[in-house]
């Protein structure tokens, strides 16, 4: 609806000025078109008026030529004097009147005047002694006849139409007779004793016209008498249409003596004009509504309702594509529907499927277990996953592209296994039940009957997951650790993500068996032990509360104390029997590390500042600080601050790294390690020998210590392989310029045989157990060189 309303705003100013400049030019139009014809109307009774006026004209003048022919005139004028002769005109005029065809000219007024200019005989008059006058709006002009008879001018008859004093138009008649000649005789017009017979009669079409017009406020008919400078045509009346004077037209119609003057003045048509500029306005009105209805459906039915019902499906069906049809039309709002259809499909596959795989993404993968779960999960179905146990092997020894292909092929021999043993199940493989769940694991739901049946066909799997996972023919020799979850267990099926995970972890650690965990309560009681573990830890984080242990790394040679070592404790933990073995990967995983880390350092070196001045400690200080350190670009400055805080120099600080597989040396973890070392700091590879990229990390992170993991340490004694490996590690070690430390040494035999191996520092339980810090302030006092010399003077090598 709003762009209807906009469209209105534009519309209706445009379509109201256009209709007002139609509708006034229609108006304009209209009204000269009435006005034409309203003059032509009066023009055309003018001319028929004057056209009448000559008929009537000729018969006032037949009328003349009869009574100047009839015998009672020429005898009256061969003696005007003769009462009996004149009585005889009279009468013979009296009854000429009365006849019909002479009647018809109206009220005729008939004068006979003799050659001295006195009135002899008359129609008119009603007494017959009264003097009879000749009317006075003709005096003048018979007056003039009889002066220029009398002047003896040649003149026979003559006529002329003027208008009366009362208004009426009147014709007269004028004729001049001679008593002795006839009036064809050339004397007779030249006499100047000739008697005057006058005819007078009214031009009745003209007045009638004159009285109509008399109706009309705003039209005016002028009588004018011709002057003889523009002579005109008996019959031919010209018109002349003059609109100088005065508001409104002027019309002159020429009779062949006289002109009619027609003003019709604008007033005339003010009705019609109020009439049609009402009629303009309403079709205007009419017009403008009309066309904006027939607007709004074209626009309602053409273009709002496709895009209404665009939305409602966008609306409906926000980002499932499942709600959205193909429009077929190829009109824009089809065209715009499909375009988003497209796009839809597109950002949809982008954000629910891995783009390497095409399999489902985690996010989508959860959503999909998620609405399973709720809508219906029979009996059989279960959630297995996939791990490729240390694929970054394959992309470190054959390159990103192997690696990637490798896992392409695993995804499609997924795909296939599950499809392949959906299809009977009635529970069909959807594009969302198989997912690449992150980098090297997939997950996937599957019905099964039992959960025999569930970890016979994993097993099989398995076998054959390992077989086509090779590239160009060569097997790529992975291994998989797997977990299966039985979904359809509703008493921890909320748990499904963390169990999977758990189960998984868990086949990881299974050495020398086939690395598949079913998910089961002592997983549940782990992964609740874990969370227990969590939420103390965050507790302890926030409040700072833990504790520091110092355990002494004693010089092979000198037997003095080289280096303490910080352990941290969680006394809330511990009380539960949880040191940091457990805790400390736990704060990893939940993102714990760094608060831990940092409060570590500030405590260890505010106690290395102590025991410098306290009790004149010289040795350095060992701080165990986690590998995802190498991944926090604000840890050099965190470590410097806090010497500097506590006025330690760098050079006392031996930084332990304990080697993980996710710690992957990459340009910023060297960087960090180079950086550390340019400042004066001592790294150290703790736990050597514990992973197999000990070896690739001791190449690629220059270090200056590597502390050989106490489970070398322990088996000392009981293999006998020991010794060469314990050579090698040492021997390597010092070929890279690092001194090598001996950890867990708990017997003086071991003691012993790690010194002439050539070890450089010993630690362990042999020397001291972790002590708290009066206990290492006394240690330190008490005169322990002496005490390590006497216990190693004791020593006699024997193997245990
Ligand atoms: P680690 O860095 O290898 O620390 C040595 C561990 O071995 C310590 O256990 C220590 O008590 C134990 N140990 C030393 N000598 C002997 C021995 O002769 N026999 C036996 N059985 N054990 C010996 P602890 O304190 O439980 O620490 C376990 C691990 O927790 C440490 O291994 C280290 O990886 C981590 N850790 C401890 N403190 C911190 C810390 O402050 N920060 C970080 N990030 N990790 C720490
Ligand atoms: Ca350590
Ligand atoms: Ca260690």
């Known amino acids: 609806m709003r762009l209807l309303r906009r469209l209105d705003v534009v519309l209706i100013p445009v379509m109201t000025l256009v209709a007002a400049i139609a509708g006034t030019g229609l108006y304009f139009w209209q009204l000269d078109e009435h006005k034409a014809l309203e003059q032509d109307k009066w023009v055309t009774k003018v001319e028929n008026a004057l056209s009448a006026g000559d008929f009537e004209r000729n018969g006032i003048e037949a009328l003349g030529h009869e009574i100047a022919g009839s015998a009672q005139f020429i005898n009256h004028i061969q003696d005007t004097n003769d009462f009996a002769r004149r009585s005889f005109l009279e009468s013979h005029i009296n009854y000429v009147l009365k006849q019909d065809r002479v009647a018809q000219l109206g009220s005729v007024d008939i004068y006979s005047l003799d050659s001295l200019f006195t009135l002899t005989a008359t129609s008119i008059k009603a007494d017959p002694f009264a003097q009879s ?33 009362t208004g009426e ?54 009588f004018h008498q011709r002057s003889n400078e523009t002579p005109v045509q008996a019959n031919i009346y010209s018109k002349q249409i003059n609109n100088e004077f005065f508001d409104g037209t002027v019309v002159k119609v020429f009779g062949p003596s006289i002109e009619i003057e027609l003003d019709i003045s604008d007033g005339h048509y003010s009705a019609i004009k109020a ?139 997924i795909e296939r296994f599950i499809c392949m043993n959906q299809s009977g199940s009635g529970c069909g493989c ?31 799997f398995e076998t054959a997951l390992k077989a086509a996972a090779r590239i160009d023919g060569v097997p790529l020799g992975l291994e998989f650790a797997q977990s299966i979850f039985p979904l359809y267990d509703e008493t921890h099926r909320g748990l499904w993500q963390r169990g999977t995970e758990a189960a998984l972890n868990k086949a990881k650690q299974i050495k020398n068996k086939r690395p598949l965990v079913y998910f089961d309560t002592r997983l549940l009681e782990e992964i609740n032990r874990r969370e227990e573990i969590e939420k103390i830890l965050l507790t302890c984080c926030s409040n700072g509360d833990f504790e520091l242990l110092y355990m002494p790394l004693i010089d092979a040679n000198t037997y003095k104390i080289a280096s303490v070592e910080v352990l941290v404790r969680c006394p809330p933990l511990q009380a539960m029997g949880i040191g940091p073995e457990e805790f400390i990967p736990a704060a990893e995983r939940a993102n714990m590390i760094g608060d831990i880390d940092t409060w570590v350092m500030d405590n260890a070196l505010k106690t290395l500042h102590y025991l410098q001045r306290k009790v004149g400690y010289d040795g350095d200080i060992s701080i165990n600080i986690s590998a995802l350190e190498l991944y926090n670009n604000e840890f050099i400055e965190l470590i410097c601050g806090a010497c500097n805080k506590h006025e330690v120099s ?82 390597l070690g010092h070929n890279c310029d690092a001194k090598v430390v001996g950890e867990g040494v708990e017997t003086g035999y071991q003691c012993r045989y790690l010194t002439e191996l050539g070890c450089d520092y010993l630690q362990g339980y042999w020397f001291s157990k972790p002590l708290t810090y009066h206990e290492f302030s006394d240690f330190y006092n008490e005169d322990h060189l002496v005490d390590i010399k006497t216990k190693i003077s004791e020593l006699t090598i024997i193997r245990p």
């Open 169 to 222: 138009i009147r014709y007269s008649f004028i004729g001049a007779y001679d008593p002795k000649l006839l009036p064809d005789d050339k004397q007779a017009m030249t006499r100047k004793e000739r008697s005057l017979l006058v005819v007078d009669g009214p031009l009745t079409q003209l007045n009638h016209l004159f009285a109509e017009i008399a109706d009309y406020a705003h039209i005016t008919l002028e």
């Open 650 to 731: 760098h050079d006392k600080v031996i930084l332990e790294i304990t080697e993980t597989s996710y710690v992957k040396s990459t340009k910023d973890t060297i960087a960090i390690i180079s950086g550390l070392r340019d400042l004066g700091f001592r790294v150290s590879l703790d736990d050597f020998g514990t992973g197999f990229t000990s070896i690739n990390q001791l190449l690629s992170y220059p270090v200056d210590e590597l502390k050989v993991d106490k489970s070398f340490v322990e088996r000392i004694g009981t293999e006998g392989s020991e010794e060469r490996m314990l050579n090698s590690i040492i021997s």
């Open 430 to 460: 959807s594009d969302y039940s198989i997912s690449r769940y992150s980098s090297n694991t997939f997950y996937a739901l599957i019905n099964a009957e039992s959960e025999l049946s569930i970890r016979a066909l994993m097993a099989n």
């Open 133 to 165: 006058v000749l009317s006075d709006d003709i005096y003048q002009t018979v007056f003039d006849t009889y002066i220029l008879v009398s002047l003896g001018e040649e003149f026979c008859n003559s006529g002329y139409t003027y208008q009366a004093l």
């Open 275 to 413: 009439q049609l500029a009402t009629q303009m306005l309403t079709y205007m009105t009419g017009v403008v509504l009309s066309l904006l209805l027939i607007i709004h459906l074209i626009v309602k039915s053409k273009v709002l309702k496709p895009i209404n019902g665009l939305l409602r499906d966008i609306k409906k069906g926000g980002l499932e594509l499942r709600y959205f049809k193909r429009a077929k039309g190829n009109d824009e709002v089809s065209t715009l529907k499909n375009a988003y259809i497209d796009s839809l499909s597109k950002v949809k596959f982008e954000a629910e499927f891995d783009s390497l795989t095409k399999l489902a993404n985690r996010v989508s993968f959860i959503r999909f277990v998620e609405q399973r779960s709720e809508s219906y999960c029979n009996q059989h179905t279960y959630i297995v996953a996939w791990d490729v146990i240390d694929f970054r092997r394959v992309n470190d020894l054959h390159g990103q592209k192997i690696g990637d292909k490798a896992l392409v092929t695993i995804a499609t021999e």
